[in-house]
């Protein structure tokens, strides 16, 4: 799953259970390089997919544009702009790049798209997400699926919820029968 939102969020699921890496950790698909040339993020690296396809990114490089934030970044693409349309197909271009790394190390069955970006914008990136799986030749390209997330922006919310309630359940007491 990947969630465009403030950052990158992503998340992994294999046989059943969310995939922790080391003490807990989870996948950061957000820091794959998909630009050697790319801007500065803040994990200390250039070109990392967070820092190009985020909200966060689409609204600062927007700025430079006039733009107040990546909602006006993505409306003004949508509505013809043409520098807002590159800084979106910047954006894209990093999706489809960051899908082939996925694609040829987790061999998924599906890929889940999420977060406040894509309320709108789902089919934008699902289409270069779409053509990555279509030209992979190392993995059954016809049983890979792109879907939106069913939780929308609430994805994060409910999945917070659902693991305080999985930390504070408590088993059913026993029932003694005579």
Request: charged share 15%; aromatic share 6%; glycine share 12%.
């Amino acid at each position: 799953m990947l969630t465009f939102g403030t950052g990158i969020g992503s998340a992994a699921l294999t046989e059943g259970r969310i995939y922790r890496g080391v003490e807990g950790g989870h996948p950061e698909f957000g820091h794959l390089p998909v630009e050697t040339d790319g801007p500065e993020c803040y994990c200390g690296r250039a070109g990392c997919f967070e820092a190009i396809a985020s909200g966060t990114a689409l609204g600062l490089a927007g700025q430079a544009l006039g733009l107040a934030d990546s909602r006006a970044v993505l409306a003004a693409a949508a509505s013809g702009d043409p520098q807002a349309a590159t800084l979106v197909a910047r954006a894209v271009r990093a999706t489809a790049t960051a899908t082939w790394s996925i694609l040829h190390t987790f061999m998924p069955r599906r890929i889940i798209l999420g977060g406040g970006m894509m309320d709108d914008h789902y089919e934008t990136f699902a289409a270069a997400v779409r053509a990555q799986i279509q030209r992979a030749i190392l993995l059954p390209r016809d049983r890979v699926e792109v879907v939106r997330a069913v939780l929308g922006n609430d994805a994060g919310l409910v999945g917070a919820a659902s693991l305080v309630f999985a930390a504070t359940a408590r088993p059913a007491p026993s029932v003694k029968t005579a």
